[in-house]
Antibody, heavy 125, light 106 residues
Framework: EVELVESGGGLGQPGMSLRLSCAAS????????MHWVRQTPGKGLEWVSG????????GYADSVKGRFTISRDNAKSSLYLHMNSLRPEDTALYYC??????????????????WGKGITVTVSS | IQLTQSPSFLSASVGDRVTITCRAS??????LAWYQQKPGKAPDLLIY???TMQDGVPSRFSGSGAGTQFTLTISSLQPEDFATYYC??????????FGGGTKVEI
């Protein structure tokens, strides 16, 4: 069974750091790009960051650029999000997400096909 | 790339035909996916490549559009379809964005 399990969330003070981890199982982790997506309580989804299978392509939302760093360890089938200089607006439920792809109409099409249950991060003094 | 969904809220009854629109701020070809999210759950993929159904998704769901205008249609709303729906673009990979969501209520 394909599964993503997040850990490492909790309470952090403004300006401090937290590291989220995601343990993947049930698929060839090093074949797929992975992402972090967050959701503020009662609000919508926000893509945070993504990493290609080989970490050669990394992306960040403008809201976290320069503060968050995504990384992955393919040998451990794990994805990480290092969050520095935390702000109250970073308070959210963070999902670890697997990217899927299909070859159609002469192109690869991408989508997010497996989501973890999410881990809560609260930034407050 | 910004994605604007309309409406933000939609009240409907079982059996209704429902249409949700997602408009992109620039041409994204058909690099668009739709997700359904129920309270307390992670989103589920419904459609990718604007109109290709994910395996296992009921045929009452369909997607269409290209360029900057996309729609998600539920042909006959079922009780289990009351949820929030999001569009997402993959054109500006790896910088991805979601629409603001459409909550479908009874």
């Amino acid at each position: 069974e394909v599964e993503l399990v997040e850990s490492g969330g909790g309470l952090g003070q403004p300006g401090m750091s937290l590291r989220l981890s995601c343990a993947a199982s049930g698929f060839m982790f090093d074949d797929y790009a992975m992402h972090w997506v967050r959701q503020t309580p009662g609000k919508g989804l926000e893509w945070v960051s993504g990493a290609a299978w080989n970490s050669r392509v990394l992306g960040y939302a403008d809201s976290v650029k320069g503060r968050f760093t995504i990384s992955r360890d393919n040998a451990k089938s794990s994805l990480y999000l290092h969050m520095n200089s935390l702000r109250p607006e970073d308070t959210a439920l963070y999902y670890c997400v697997k990217e899927g792809r299909q070859w159609r109409y002469g192109h690869y099409y991408y989508y997010m096909d497996v989501w973890g249950k999410g881990i809560t991060v609260t930034v407050s003094s | 790339i910004q994605l604007t969904q309309s409406p933000s809220f939609l009240s409907a009854s079982v059996g209704d035909r429902v249409t949700i629109t997602c408009r992109a701020s620039q041409d994204i070809s058909n690099y668009l996916a739709w997700y359904q999210q129920k309270p307390g759950k992670a989103p589920d993929l419904l459609i990718y490549a604007a109109s290709t159904m994910q395996d296992g998704v009921p045929s009452r769901f369909s997607g269409s559009g290209a360029g900057t205008q996309f729609t998600l249609t539920i042909s006959s709303l079922q009780p289990e379809d009351f949820a929030t729906y999001y569009c997402q673009q993959f054109d500006s990979y790896p910088a991805l964005t979601f629409g603001g969501g459409t909550k479908v209520e009874i």
